[in-house]
């Protein structure tokens, strides 16, 4: 078994998977981790993201092996003010790209906690959202950084 | 002549002749309380609608406008969306419709459920219901000890009522939630933080597609086991995998379309609207608002311009996806069960059925959340693709996805657009003459129960193939091609005439806004063409034709309010949804890079008139993300198709939409009518922001671009022109 942290919690997969893309694994029946999505599986999207040790990864297209002994985080186990903030501020519409942003605004609040507006959109730019609510997470994200 | 009835009675009058409004359409045809409204015995409300969350907000809503109408906190109110044989058949959740035809059956039950539980409080309090109060379903009366909740008062009996006619609603005077901010989604939470949407749904089985290069190819040849535990399922040229294992399902996918060959078997017409397809085009010019055929009038006009858009498509972020599972034993009931985050699950049952060769009565469906669909997209075909691997093993739920590949590949298109304005000016440079030709293939192809074929993909591909449906002209008003033709000036002399071609290279169907995006793009664009010819400001040139429109003269002056004006390089777009429902202006501002030729939208201010608000920060979203999305489809968007006619644009490079770094910041004004009914507004901006960022380019670079998409190639063109 490959062994790593998921969520802050002890995790594993067989090592057959090492090769599958991680966001099988993350939504396969034993793990069940559903909020990364599947948008494109060509790094183009950006709903697949998570964090690998803290780093915006493409699970569509990562391989599993590569987060061994590493800590993947998805939008699940982010309790924290972003998620909130975005929540709150019903920062989406049909909500599939929601995931994706709450990861990538994640990773960049944790390392500036309070970012422009246009610091917001560069890190959030691969992130695609077709509902057009990217004003709206920006106002919200916008927000959050100023308080 | 005969006489006419007076309106009142034509209307339904009480005794003393008041108008009587008769009762919203859907709860006229069933107007059984209990289906609509019921008091569980938890401290819950249930209410249930045939309308579906798409995103737009509705569940949300429809739970505050019940909450306002019972008195009850809005988080007692549980909504139970769309499901077969569950939820009230109230049609396809489309035409920005959900909150006046859903929302006004709900208030209208709420308004008697709370009528009949004050009766009995009434009965039991012994006090006359004109002193009763009621607090979050608590019922008290002033000098009385004993209180009464509507928990405590209901029975089969209340389940059962029928509701004979219309009673009295809250005056909107009184409202505590409809029309004020504060009420955070429903379905939001759930969607960042667990399972939420129909790719989410646990199965046994995972399906993927192994789809022909395109709708015209058929299988030549295939020759390849799938290994155990999987399975294929080959029937004429529809092919698909299953697997426990969605990876492997992926992977065995991938093995199988490397072995397929396949032929082209049909070609495939033109894919532009050119003059010959324009010749070809039957005429309808519009007559009381409806298409008739015949002959349109010629006028003679001075001023005249040509507006195009290309293909786009909706580019759902999620591909398609269903859970099917069809049981096994010739006894079971349903046959089939499926979940789907089809617009229509009642439409989509009935085809699947007769495709299937089953009793309509032996299919379930249940409306599961996708993703934003924005129109008719995938979602139906994708269920027919899970019923049809589902069907090949019984017994076993089956959740079936799309590919990215697939989804831009075989979604039906939002269609292409021509249209062709003219205009004559009079001496005080008043337009005296106006005209309107557009012409396009069907924006209406969803799977219907009545329609001829079976418009559902994957039909036409199989063994015994099951034909679509000829496309037909939609002579219904406001609808498809015509969708907002008509102007909302008051012109003294127009001809407005749809031209319907029949031959679609591919298959099209409705994308958000149907023909109004092409038509008002085309209209508000002439109009500020036609205030430069006469020397005036765009608004004031709108302002002398807009007549006896108040409701559109204030939605006018409030984006102007709020944006400070038109100077600088800023443009401005003014509609009435369909003519009748979400009152929108839009001022763009851009800046238009001298050596890139890149447009960057800086700001837009919308104003809208959608009559009573319910819900200020859903209908913010709505006309915010319907005004980006337009953005995205005329600064980007444009299908390609290759030499064998299938589409070449298959992902997000190919086919690029906007980004977060391009969008603009917006403010949004709502004028609010408590006093009038709600109208829908999901798809009022796409056309007032398509003109104001043309109008706005022309602002900033004296480039009148009439093409879609503005991409920097076009303004070179035009440029150069």
């Known amino acids: 078994m490959i062994a790593f942290r998921l969520d802050g919690r002890a995790a594993q997969f067989s090592q057959d998977q090492r090769d599958t893309p991680l966001i099988y694994v993350l939504r396969d029946d034993g793990l069940r981790e559903m909020t990364p999505k599947f948008g494109c599986g060509l790094e183009q999207c950006g709903a697949c993201r998570v964090l690998v040790d803290g780093s915006p990864e493409y699970a569509c297209t990562l391989p599993a092996g590569a987060v061994a002994n590493r800590h993947v985080e998805t939008s699940a186990g982010m309790d924290g003010a972003v998620r909130r903030a975005l929540i709150d501020a019903n920062a989406t519409q049909c909500g599939y790209c929601l995931p994706g942003i709450v990861v990538a605004a994640e990773a960049l609040f944790r390392v500036d906690p309070h970012p422009t507006r246009d610091r917001i959109a560069e890190a959030l730019d691969a992130q695609l959202c077709r509902c057009g609510s990217q004003p709206r997470v920006l106002r919200a994200l916008t927000a959050l950084a100023g308080s | ?721």
């Not at chain 2, 015509?482 to 407005?496: M, S």
């Open chain 2, 1 to 721: 002549m005969p006489l006419r009835q007076p309106a009142a009675r034509a209307a339904g009058a009480d005794r003393v002749g008041r108008l009587v409004r008769p009762l919203p359409a859907g709860l006229a045809a069933l107007p059984s309380l209990g289906r609509w409204i019921r008091v569980a015995d938890d401290g819950r409300v249930v209410a249930l609608t045939g309308k579906v969350e798409i995103g737009q907000g509705l569940l949300t809503a429809l739970r505050t406008i019940v909450a306002e109408e019972l008195d009850v906190e809005p988080g007692r109110v549980q909504v139970v969306s769309a499901h077969t044989g569950r939820t009230p058949d109230e049609g396809t959740t489309a035409g920005s419709m959900s909150i006046e035809t859903s929302g006004a059956n709900l208030r209208q039950a709420s308004a008697w459920a709370r009528r009949l539980l004050l009766e009995r409080a009434s009965n039991r309090l012994g006090v006359p219901v004109a002193r009763l109060d009621v607090a979050d379903g608590e019922i008290t009366a002033p000098g009385v000890n004993e209180r009464v909740d509507y928990w405590q008062l209901i029975d089969a009996a209340f389940l059962d009522f029928e509701i004979p006619k219309r009673t009295p609603e809250k005056s909107p005077a009184e409202y505590r939630w409809v029309g004020h901010a504060g009420q955070r989604r429903v379905d939001v939470e759930a969607k960042a933080t667990a399972a939420a949407f129909v790719h989410d749904a646990p199965a046994e089985l995972h399906a993927r597609l192994v789809r022909p290069p395109s709708v015209n190819h058929r299988l030549a040849e295939l020759d390849i086991r799938v290994a155990s535990p999987g399975t294929l399922v080959v029937d004429g040229s529809f092919v698909a995998v299953a697997h426990p294992k969605e990876s492997e399902a992926v992977r065995w996918a991938e093995r199988v379309a490397a072995k397929a060959h396949w032929r082209l078997a049909f070609g495939s017409p033109r894919a532009e609207i050119d003059e010959q397809r324009r010749a070809g085009a039957e005429a309808f010019p519009i007559r009381d608002g409806r298409p008739v055929r015949g002959p349109r009038q010629e006028m003679p006009t001075t001023f005249r311009a040509t507006y195009s858009r290309p293909f786009l498509m909706h580019a759902s972020l999620g591909p398609s996806a269903a859970t099917a599972l069809w049981r096994a034993g010739h006894a079971s009931t349903p046959r089939l069960v499926i979940e789907s985050a089809s617009q229509g699950i009642e439409s989509l049952r009935g085809v699947i059925a007769r495709a299937m060769a089953l009793d309509v009565d032996h299919i379930e469906i249940r409306h599961v959340a996708g993703a934003g669909c924005y129109g008719h997209n995938g979602a139906d075909d994708a269920a027919f693709d899970a019923a049809l691997v589902a069907r090949a093993v019984p017994g076993r739920t089956v959740l079936l996805k799309w590919s990215r590949e697939d989804e831009h590949g075989f979604e039906p298109l939002g269609p292409p657009m021509h249209v062709e304005m003219g205009a004559e000016l009079d001496a005080r440079d008043r337009v005296e003459a106006w005209t309107h030709d557009v012409y396009g293939f069907t924006h209406v192809s969803r799977p219907s129960p009545r329609a001829a074929g079976v418009d559902l993909l994957s039909a036409r591909l199989l063994g015994q193939p099951l034909e679509p449906s000829t496309p037909r002209p939609a002579l219904a008003p406001e609808v498809g091609i015509h969708r907002n033709a008509l102007p909302i000036y008051a012109f003294p002399a127009q001809e407005v005439t749809k031209h319907f071609i029949a031959d679609a290279p591919v298959r099209t169907s409705a994308l958000r806004g149907l023909g109004a995006q092409g038509n008002v793009f085309a209209i508000e664009s002439f109009m500020d063409e036609l205030a430069l010819e006469a020397g005036v400001s765009p608004d004031d040139f709108r302002r002398r034709h807009l007549g006896r429109d108040a409701r559109a003269v204030a939605v006018l002056d409030a984006a102007l309010a709020a944006s400070g004006g038109l100077a600088g390089n800023r443009g401005m777009g003014l509609a009435r949804y369909k003519n009748r429902q979400c009152c929108a202006a839009v001022v763009a501002e851009v800046a238009v890079d001298d050596s890139t030729a890149e447009i960057r939208v800086a700001k837009l201010w919308i104003a809208a008139d959608a009559g009573r608000v319910i819900d200020p920060d859903g209908l913010r979203n709505q006309l915010e993300g319907g005004a980006i999305q337009a953005l995205s489809w005329c600064l980007k968007e444009a299908v390609a198709f290759d030499a064998q006619g299938a589409v070449a644009t298959r992902d997000w490079e190919s086919y690029p939409i906007l980004r977060f770094s391009e969008v603009p910041t917006v403010e949004t004004v709502l004028v609010d009518h408590p006093e009038l009914d709600p109208v829908g507004a999901g798809e009022a901006t796409v056309g007032p922001t398509s003109a104001a960022l043309a109008n706005a380019v022309f602002a900033a670079t004296g480039l009148r671009v009439r093409d879609l998409p503005m991409t920097p190639e076009r303004l070179r063109q035009v440029a150069a022109s």
